[in-house]
């Protein structure tokens, strides 16, 4: 049978510069975590053979091999199941397109991607209330904090992820006559977020101020040098604002607020205000109805409002509402509706 297929190191060439990168249009964040995981699995594939890695061959791994490594990862490295689910994505994908390439190896293939997901609970959502926003907002410097204010505005605006943040270009961000940005996500995939008048404000005197000019393809958010952004440039300037938030997780450890932080506290907002959880989905840009669902259950705090809307108001208690920016936003709300 080895005679039959290219060598290991051959199909691996072809599953990550053709497969991945080229067909599924993966980013090269998730190309890399793939790499990782095929790293360690080949080392533990080679200590288990006897052999060295460049000897290794199809054959060396079956189904075995792959539940063994594992176990390893568990016992061995002590990785917690959302990491060994993540690595075993990572063969299964592999093997999968090994499958359709090899159609002799489809039953080795199939032995290895029925291998089970091991239950795993999710991982907690933490995301910050609307006053918090509102405070770290208020504290940004003006103008000379030009950037960080409207990268923060922008997240909370957006839900973007931080890479589509890094990766956020001046030809991707449009004006009139609805302001809106296109994002590029997971997946090589493109979604389309409508812009506040403020944040279209603040990108647009951004842009104005860069040296680059008009050049389409010039970062949005760049560093003091001009170049873009990285994500961790980004994680330091969102932690640096929020240093003094403090959340705590159901085991009651402090969390760190981070650029996804800002993209749970968008979801979170979105469905409190009303919004249609369809709708999140396609604005956040989840691949399934399912992960956007589990911001309803993350907290009590819808319920409780309905039933103070249920309650009666003690005798000369006034009440002033306050209406989300969501609901504030009239031409938000009309791009809502046209969907």
Sequence with gaps: MKSDTPPLGAILESFFTDYLKLQRGLRPNSIKS???????????????????????????LHAGAVADFL???????????QSRNQ???????FFTYVGHRFPERLGQAQKVTTIPRKRAQSPETVFLERDEIDRTLARLPAPS?????????????????????????????????NPRVHLH?????WRVCPLWTETAALLQQLLSDHPAGAAPDRPVFTSPRRTALT????????????????????DGRARRVSPHTWRHSTAVHLLEAGVEVNVIRAWLGHASLETTNRYAEITLRMKQAALEKCS?????????????????????LHWLQSL
């Excluded at 009666?312 to 938000?332: N, Y």
């Design 34 to 60: 793939y790499a990782d995981a095929w790293r360690l699995f080949l080392q533990f594939a080679a200590e288990a053979s006897g052999e060295k890695v460049t000897q290794l061959g199809l054959d060396d």
């Design 71 to 81: 176990t390893s990862l568990e016992d061995r490295r002590h990785n917690a199941p």
């Design 87 to 93: 690595r075993l994505a990572a063969i299964r994908t």
């Design 145 to 177: 904090g030009l950037r960080d204010r409207t990268l923060l505005l922008f997240l909370y605006n957006t839900g973007a992820r931080v890479q589509e943040a890094a990766g956020l270009r001046a030809n991707d961000v449009h004006f009139d006559p």
């Design 185 to 189: 996500g997971k997946g090589d995939k």
């Design 231 to 250: 994500r961790f440039g980004i994680y330091k300037i969102v932690r640096r604002y929020t240093a003094d938030i403090v959340k705590r997780g159901s």
């Design 312 to 332: 009666v108001p003690e005798v000369g208690e006034k009440r002033i509402p306050r209406t989300p920016k969501w609901q504030s936003d009239t031409a938000l």
